[in-house]
């Protein structure tokens, strides 16, 4: 099939070769990325693309290391660190942009991300970290990313709901990809590691641009339980309905307190570990609390309102804790 390519392609190829730094033979090659055709005859000129550019970045990566910069790290913010894993032009930096404050550049090329982008998406009463990463791909990914993705407590895999003939394929390139990095993308309970050495991260599996002609049948295709989540940037569907499941998924439960004889505080709560007690509440509120605590009340998972409990009470969701100290 011939290239057929275009005159963008050409005169971005003739900088390249005119180029004499690193930056600019990278600024290049991303133009090519960019603007070279893409139907299978081309497959291998756009293979060959991305592994001149990986290995571009992965010298300016070494170089910058050398001078003394840290590696890439992104600080844990709310209620838990949730990371966007995907292939390129999947839908991620759009869904950060839909679902949170953050406003990172949307393109339709791929490698548009090159740094992490975290964003706070609300659910209800509390605040969820997002954080759009660069694409996973078998040619080359920074181990950076996979380093940001170990260190998440939830990791949500997008699968192209436009474009990906074989999602179920896709999943499994994503769950391999991480495993080479001691990664365990989990997808259900039982996905469990013998390796000490890998990090179990829970997952759910999101299909994207469910508009778009044969997204729900490639949905289909996913035998995943809980079933995908399909969203749509463009008609909004499944943005109102993500957010729980990325909460439940995260098993965490909300905590509220009150002083005695006050109203509860129902505006910032604390969040712990699903299974936590009040013990763990009062832990968390003020660590001396544990030592001085007399005895605790609870709203909502009590017998009844106000009920007096012992340490080892389990809280649900949305409980109501007083706390009396010594």
């Known amino acids: 099939m011939p290239a057929n390519l275009t005159p963008a392609f050409l005169k971005a190829r003739e900088r390249f070769r005119a180029a004499t730094s690193p930056e600019e033979k990278l600024a290049a090659l991303e133009e090519m990325l960019a603007t070279i055709p893409k139907h299978k005859g081309t497959d291998k000129m756009q293979a060959d693309i991305k592994r001149r550019i990986a290995k571009l970045r992965e010298r300016q990566s070494h170089g910058s290391r050398g001078k003394g910069r840290s590696e890439v790290h992104v600080d844990h913010e709310g209620a838990g660190q949730v990371t966007l894993?995907?292939?390129?032009?999947?839908?991620?930096?759009?869904?950060?942009?839909?679902?949170?404050?953050?406003?990172?550049?949307?393109?339709?090329?791929?490698?548009?991300?090159?740094?992490?982008?975290?964003?706070?998406?609300?659910?209800?009463?509390?605040?969820?970290?997002?954080?759009?990463?660069?694409?996973?791909?078998?040619?080359?990914?920074?181990?950076?990313?996979?380093?940001?993705?170990?260190?998440?407590?939830?990791?949500?895999?997008?699968?192209?709901?436009?474009?990906?003939?074989?999602?179920?394929?896709?999943?499994?390139?994503?769950?391999?990809?991480?495993?080479?990095?001691?990664?365990?993308?989990?997808?259900?309970?039982?996905?469990?590691?013998?390796?000490?050495?890998?990090?179990?991260?829970?997952?759910?599996?999101?299909?994207?641009?469910?508009?778009?002609?044969?997204?729900?049948?490639?949905?289909?295709?996913?035998?995943?339980?809980?079933?995908?989540?399909?969203?749509?940037?463009?008609?909004?569907?499944?943005?109102?309905?993500?957010?729980?499941?990325?909460?439940?998924?995260?098993?965490?439960?909300?905590?509220?307190?009150?002083?005695?004889?006050?109203?509860?505080?129902l505006h910032e709560p604390y969040t712990l570990p699903r299974g936590s007690t009040v013990l763990d509440a009062a832990r968390i509120v003020h660590r001396e609390f544990v030592d001085r605590l007399k005895y605790v009340r609870v709203w909502g998972s009590g017998r009844f309102d106000g009920q007096q409990v012992p340490t080892d009470h389990a809280l649900r969701d949305k409980d109501i804790v007083e706390i009396h100290v010594h």
């Not at 179990?200 to 044969?214: E, I, N």
Request: proline share 9%; glycine share 6%.
């Open 85 to 265: 894993v995907g292939t390129p032009c999947c839908g991620k930096s759009s869904l950060l942009a839909a679902l949170t404050n953050a406003r990172p550049e949307i393109a339709d090329y791929p490698f548009s991300t090159l740094r992490p982008g975290p964003g706070m998406m609300r659910f209800e009463d509390v605040s969820i970290q997002l954080v759009d990463l660069p694409p996973l791909t078998p040619e080359y990914t920074e181990s950076w990313v996979y380093n940001i993705i170990r260190d998440s407590d939830l990791a949500l895999l997008l699968i192209d709901g436009a474009t990906s003939e074989d999602p179920a394929a896709v999943l499994d390139e994503y769950r391999r990809l991480a495993l080479e990095r001691h990664v365990l993308l989990a997808v259900g309970a039982a996905d469990e590691s013998g390796d000490e050495r890998t990090r179990r991260v829970p997952c759910r599996v999101v299909v994207t641009k469910s508009d778009l002609s044969g997204a729900r049948e490639r949905s289909s295709q996913l035998a995943v339980d809980p079933p995908p989540v399909l969203v749509s940037t463009a008609t909004g569907e499944g943005l109102d309905v993500l957010p729980r499941a990325v909460f439940d998924a995260l098993e965490i439960l909300r905590v509220y307190t009150k002083l005695p004889g006050k109203p509860a505080d």
